[in-house]
């Protein structure tokens, strides 16, 4: 029995098992896990699971910000994280980075069309947090002297949001 690591013609790793059956000398071949394997699901977390991207993009809902801003926001973030996942986001086309020059230089990130796709993911994060109870905005207040960005207390009464998904020609984009 052996572990193999495969990768097809896209690129896309295959960890295959291989069992030998030494009498017959015919191997079997089973496919234990393919990394990807073309699931939006995957695809989407790949982009967004990590700890600080919603967090991000929750921010940069408000418009354009600054580095040291977003260190601020998010803290306890090091700066070293959060130049790593800016560009992360800025590879996935999530937000934008705007170099205004000057001394010293002027930079701010601003949420991109895509980037823009994740508001109603966001809604309903900020959504499961209320209902599970995440943010104790009493014992929040006491702490902090305020309560967060997405406490019930600070937000005011959206319209309510109506998505579609649908599929366009070129099957590569989904619209929200």
Not at 67 to 91: F, K, N, Y
Request: one cysteine or more; aromatic letters at 4%.
């Amino acid at each position: 029995m052996s572990l193999n690591l495969k990768t097809d013609s896209m690129g896309i790793a295959n960890w295959l098992f291989v069992i030998s059956c030494g009498g017959e000398g015919r191997d079997y071949r089973i496919l234990r896990r393919r990394e990807g394997d073309g699931c939006p699901v995957w695809g989407a977390l790949q982009m967004v699971g990590d700890k600080w991207t919603m967090l991000v993009v929750r921010d940069l809902v408000a418009g354009p910000k600054r580095t040291t801003e977003l260190i601020a926001a998010l803290h306890p973030i090091s700066s070293r994280t959060l130049v790593g996942r800016l560009r992360d986001m800025q590879r996935d086309q999530l937000i934008e980075r705007r170099d205004f020059g000057g001394s010293p230089p002027h930079v701010e990130y601003v949420l991109t069309e895509r980037g823009r796709l994740l508001l109603p993911l966001l809604d309903a994060l900020r959504n499961l947090g209320a209902a599970l109870d995440c943010n104790d905005c009493e014992d929040r207040k006491a702490r902090a002297d305020s309560y967060c960005d997405a406490c019930p207390h600070n937000l005011q009464k959206e319209e309510a949001r109506t998505t579609s998904v649908r599929r366009r020609q070129d099957d590569s984009i989904v619209l929200l």
